[in-house]
T-cell receptor
Framework: DQQVKQNSPSLSVQEGRISILNCDYTNSMFDYFLWYKKYPAEGPTFLISISSIKDKNEDGRFTVFLNKSAKHLSLHIVPSQPGDSAVYFCAASDDFGNEKLTFGTGTRLTIIP | DTGVSQDPRHKITKRGQNVTFRCDPISEHNRLYWYRQTLGQGPEFLTYFQNEAQLEKSRLLSDRFSAERPKGSFSTLEIQRTEQGDSAMYLC?????????????FGAGSRLTVL
């Protein structure tokens, strides 16, 4: 049972444009959501997070939006840069401060120069 | 600090052999996690330690798997009698708790190939 779903395995975006990565979840107990970024031969690195009490969190070029009623979150990257090319994982937790995370299957983002 | 270190980075073994992976977390981190990632999937939780105590184990962790963190610093993950289905990337991560941030710092992983 995939509780966190990333339905787009890959996405290509022109440099300078907006990248939008989507994530859906089924477990209503999830209350904290994170995005991780992974380059080849490296471990995932934390990018941005959002608590269920918020609907938006912004950090520089990265913004995460949460729609609790739809059980949907998205990551916006603007403007997209070639260094953003990586695999992006959505992850969720049912306990703030608990790092036992449930990950999605990832979306490979390719930024076209 | 050099981050989370994992060793070996890649291990090829024959079915039925035992393998052991080591993880050195960030020194001040008290929590240490093991995750497994198979091809096309995201990381899946296996187990975690708070200091030397193993607090939770996933159903994915069969009795052929054992993890230890004897002095609350480095950890080992041993797989006995390996099977081809054990082929995966084994990721270690650490965190400082309570931080309230849910943020894990991952190592680069140990890739296991079982022939």
């Amino acid at each position: 049972d995939q509780q966190v779903k990333q339905n787009s395995p890959s996405l290509s975006v022109q440099e300078g444009r907006i990248s939008i990565l989507n994530c859906d979840y089924t477990n209503s107990m999830f209350d904290y959501f994170l995005w991780y970024k992974k380059y080849p031969a490296e471990g995932p690195t934390f990018l941005i997070s959002i608590s269920s009490i918020k609907d938006k969190n912004e950090d520089g070029r990265f913004t995460v939006f949460l729609n609790k009623s739809a059980k949907h979150l998205s990551l916006h990257i603007v403007p997209s840069q070639p260094g953003d090319s990586a695999v992006y994982f959505c992850a969720a937790s049912d306990d703030f401060g608990n790092e036992k995370l449930t990950f999605g299957t990832g979306t490979r983002l390719t930024i076209i120069p | 600090d050099t981050g989370v270190s994992q060793d070996p980075r890649h291990k090829i073994t024959k079915r039925g052999q035992n393998v052991t992976f080591r993880c050195d977390p960030i020194s001040e981190h008290n929590r240490l996690y093991w995750y497994r990632q198979t091809l096309g999937q995201g990381p899946e939780f296996l187990t975690y330690f708070q200091n030397e105590a193993q607090l939770e184990k996933s159903r994915l962790l069969s009795d052929r798997f054992s993890a230890e963190r004897p002095k609350g610093s480095f950890s080992t993950l041993e797989i006995q009698r390996t099977e081809q289905g054990d082929s995966a990337m084994y990721l270690c991560a650490s965190s400082l708790s309570p931080s309230g941030a849910n943020v894990l710092t991952f190592g680069a992983g140990s890739r296991l190939t079982v022939l």
